[in-house]
């Protein structure tokens, strides 16, 4: 499954478990077109490659429903629809490295100042910020809090005005809920939401660059995406399968 992603960037170690497993599998489920094509460049036979569709999609059209019925966690928080940015930022080549660190969430931090900033926070993060001895200026400046369960986290993606992260998924359910994403990286795994006009790259390379991304991309909206399929990947997967 999610066969055919690729980020191209050889320095993430998940990049490199992408090539070698999907060069290694019999049978490769591609969620989008693009993956397709970027198995067939690599040469790999079309008759082990099937275009099925994104699983997450499914979910999403799923426990987006359930998430409106049990999720009381925009009360609990005291937010309002579309009233809040919603940040996630988890990834080693931010946490890692303090100057993207410090433009993230100084970049975030200006952005708080005119709409609030929600941000679970990321075990991994909170170690980066308390090494560095940023926690409490980033706790006074944003609304941080522990991380949410998936109900919880998929009604604050939901309600968002708009979606900064560096998580993948976090990007393709932005777009599955209507929701600008400005994606904290360098580069993504899925071009069709940049191309759509859905998501915008912003890598950290300084605070200002970071706010003024999420600034201008605030209210935007893209083009229509069929690349996800149409809610059914898991019974295509299924199907394919049960012929092996």
């Given at each position: 499954?999610?066969a055919?992603l690729?980020?191209?960037?050889?320095r993430m170690?998940?990049?490199?478990?992408?090539?070698?497993?999907?060069?290694?599998?019999?049978?490769?489920?591609?969620?989008t077109?693009?993956a397709?094509e970027n198995?067939?460049?690599?040469?790999l036979?079309?008759?082990r490659?099937?275009?099925?569709?994104?699983?997450?999609?499914d979910?999403?059209?799923?426990?987006?429903r359930?998430?409106?019925?049990?999720s009381?966690?925009?009360?609990?928080?005291?937010?309002?629809?579309?009233?809040?940015v919603?940040?996630?930022?988890?990834?080693?080549?931010?946490?890692?490295?303090?100057?993207?660190?410090?433009?993230?969430?100084?970049?975030?931090s200006?952005?708080?100042?005119?709409?609030?900033?929600v941000?679970?926070l990321?075990?991994?993060?909170?170690k980066?910020?308390?090494?560095?001895g940023w926690?409490?200026r980033?706790?006074?400046?944003?609304?941080?809090?522990e991380?949410?369960?998936?109900?919880?986290?998929?009604?604050?993606e939901?309600?968002?005005?708009?979606?900064?992260?560096?998580?993948?998924?976090?990007?393709?359910?932005?777009?599955f809920?209507?929701?600008?994403c400005?994606t904290l990286?360098?580069?993504?795994?899925?071009?069709?939401?940049?191309?759509?006009?859905?998501?915008?790259l912003?890598?950290?390379?300084?605070?200002?660059?970071?706010?003024?991304?999420i600034?201008?991309?605030?209210d935007?909206?893209?083009?229509p995406?069929?690349?996800?399929?149409?809610g059914?990947?898991?019974?295509?997967?299924?199907?394919?399968?049960?012929k092996?």
């Amino acid at each position: 499954m999610e066969a055919g992603l690729r980020s191209f960037n050889r320095r993430m170690p998940e990049e490199i478990n992408r090539v070698l497993t999907d060069h290694a599998a019999d049978l490769l489920l591609a969620p989008t077109p693009t993956a397709v094509e970027n198995l067939r460049r690599e040469g790999l036979p079309e008759a082990r490659v099937r275009w099925v569709g994104d699983v997450m999609y499914d979910a999403a059209l799923h426990f987006g429903r359930l998430a409106d019925r049990a999720s009381t966690v925009l009360e609990r928080l005291g937010l309002e629809p579309r009233g809040y940015v919603l940040a996630t930022v988890h990834r080693a080549e931010n946490t890692d490295d303090p100057a993207r660190l410090q433009a993230v969430f100084e970049g975030l931090s200006r952005v708080a100042a005119e709409l609030p900033v929600v941000l679970p926070l990321h075990p991994r993060t909170r170690k980066a910020l308390e090494r560095l001895g940023w926690l409490e200026r980033a706790r006074e400046r944003l609304r941080l809090i522990e991380p949410v369960g998936y109900l919880d986290m998929v009604a604050l993606e939901k309600n968002a005005r708009l979606i900064a992260t560096d998580s993948g998924g976090v990007q393709k359910e932005a777009y599955f809920f209507g929701v600008p994403c400005v994606t904290l990286r360098d580069e993504t795994e899925w071009v069709e939401l940049v191309e759509a006009g859905w998501n915008i790259l912003a890598p950290p390379s300084d605070a200002k660059a970071v706010a003024d991304t999420i600034r201008a991309h605030m209210d935007s909206r893209g083009a229509p995406v069929e690349a996800y399929g149409d809610g059914h990947a898991a019974e295509r997967i299924v199907s394919e399968l049960t012929k092996q």
